[in-house]
């Protein structure tokens, strides 16, 4: 397998830098009103979007600490309810930002991060709740990842900016397989999963905190990706069924 590039960059870093370059899943699909209505737009007070989100319950976004660390409640809105992230939506603000107390940003351990609302989601057709993860998943198919991030791959200067919401199909890949692709990495954790999609389709920049569903549950939190990004190397997602006693006791 040939990598263009060693480099790790989580999905966020490219646009929290205030770099405007491209703004969604590379290869994917345009979404429709009602396909996924847990995604949320984390945006700046500008209406910048910087990372993605999903609601898990009224008043609360799962998302990556990566995408929260440093922020401050008022510093980060919560658009929901549209596939444009410009037009269509509401916007929530901030209450409180719980960042994982472990989380470390150089390993990138324990990506994940919740977002308490000041209102609650008001629930229709276009915005709803995912139920969390339930299992610890081995592997699978067919799972869906979805965000406004980056659609080219950061090697060049091209710049995309399209409104609509992406979507595209991946695969979880065992430990092995994504521990295989990654000799003497020190950041593959037992609580992260690896999602494979064919060359030229994945996760990019803006992605971050982003859901991965699987049989109708957020499984996953979009968190770092090779450098470019699209190439045949997995991309790496927080898992959440490993943080589930940890979600609960903040939600308390």
């Known amino acids: 397998m040939l990598l263009k590039s060693l480099v790790v960059i989580t999905l966020s870093v490219a646009l929290v830098a205030g770099n405007p370059k491209g703004n969604r899943i590379i290869g994917g699909y345009d979404a429709t009103d009602g396909q996924i209505p847990y995604q949320v737009s984390l945006q700046t007070p500008a209406n910048f979007h910087f990372c993605g989100g999903s609601i898990i319950a009224p008043r609360w976004v799962l998302s990556a600490a990566h995408c ?38 150089n390993t990138i351990e324990n990506d994940i991060s919740l977002i308490e609302t000041v209102e609650p989601f008001v629930f229709n057709d276009n915005t709803q709740p995912i139920a969390l993860g339930s299992s610890y998943i081995l592997s699978g198919t067919g ?41 003497g990495s020190n950041n593959i954790f037992d609580n992260v999963m690896c ?35 699209g190439t045949d190397v997995s991309d790496v997602y927080e898992r959440v069924y490993s943080h589930r006693s940890w979600i609960a006791s903040v939600m308390v």
């Open 195 to 229: 999602v494979s999609s064919p060359s030229g389709q994945g996760a990019c920049s803006g992605d971050s905190g982003g859901p991965l569903v699987y049989d109708g549950e957020v499984h996953g939190i979009a968190s770092f990706v090779r450098v470019p990004c």
């Open 143 to 183: 799972a869906t990842i979805s965000g406004w991030g980056r659609t080219n791959t950061m090697d060049n200067d091209v710049t995309e900016v399209p409104d609509i919401m992406q979507w595209m199909t991946a695969n979880i890949l065992t430990m092995e397989e994504c521990r295989a692709e990654r000799p």
């Open 68 to 105: 929260t660390i440093g922020r401050a409640p008022a510093a980060v809105n919560v658009y929901a309810g549209s596939v444009s992230r410009a037009s269509g939506g509401v916007y929530y603000s901030t209450m409180r930002i719980v960042n994982h107390p472990t989380y470390d940003s």
